[in-house]
């Protein structure tokens, strides 16, 4: 148990950059990791904070409080929900080689995509539309 609540004060102290003491702090951490919430938990919540804080408008901070984020754990777990689904579904920005690789890749044209997509039915339908005489009609 120990070992969970100082994972998650050092998680905390990396991404809020505050300088607080563990014992301080050290009941709220308990009563998180007795509840059954990991530092993988914490971690996905502050990623969170942080990005809703950058999308938000400049007057909008929320706090690295901790007794104000991680206090009420119903409150808490609502806002875990958010931030595990925004985990999930977030994209990782690509690579310098990844963005290189996409942008040398070539474009498709759309009228190339309508031909590869509508292919002829079979040879026999090709070479006859090929060798077809100029003055019968087409049928």
Same mark, same amino acid.
């Given at each position: 148990?120990?070992?969970?609540?100082?994972?998650?004060?050092?998680?905390?102290?990396? +991404?809020?950059?505050?300088?607080?003491?563990?014992?301080?702090?050290?009941?709220?951490?308990?009563? @998180? /990791? #007795? %509840?059954? =919430?990991?530092?993988?938990?914490?971690?996905?919540?502050?990623?969170?904070?942080?990005?809703?804080?950058?999308?938000?408008?400049?007057?909008?901070?929320?706090?690295? +409080?901790?007794?104000?984020?991680?206090?009420?754990?119903?409150?808490?777990?609502?806002?875990?929900? @958010? /931030? #595990? %689904?925004? =985990?999930?579904?977030?994209?990782?920005?690509?690579?310098?080689?990844?963005?290189?690789?996409?942008?040398?890749?070539?474009?498709?044209?759309?009228?190339?995509?309508?031909?590869?997509?509508?292919?002829?039915?079979?040879?026999?339908?090709?070479?006859?539309?090929?060798?077809?005489?100029?003055?019968?009609?087409?049928?």
């Amino acid at each position: 148990m120990r070992e969970v609540i100082e994972s998650m004060h050092r998680i905390f102290l990396q +991404h809020s950059r505050l300088d607080c003491k563990l014992a301080s702090q050290e009941r709220i951490w308990y009563e @998180l /990791a #007795k %509840a059954g =919430y990991t530092h993988e938990d914490v971690d996905i919540f502050l990623k969170w904070v942080l990005h809703e804080n950058s999308t938000r408008d400049p007057e909008y901070r929320r706090m690295f +409080h901790i007794p104000r984020m991680f206090g009420d754990l119903a409150n808490f777990d609502a806002d875990l929900s @958010l /931030a #595990k %689904a925004w =985990y999930r579904n977030r994209r990782v920005p690509p690579t310098a080689r990844e963005q290189a690789l996409q942008d040398l890749r070539p474009h498709i044209d759309p009228e190339l995509e309508k031909a590869r997509l509508n292919p002829a039915r079979s040879v026999r339908e090709v070479l006859a539309r090929i060798l077809r005489p100029p003055s019968q009609p087409s049928a």
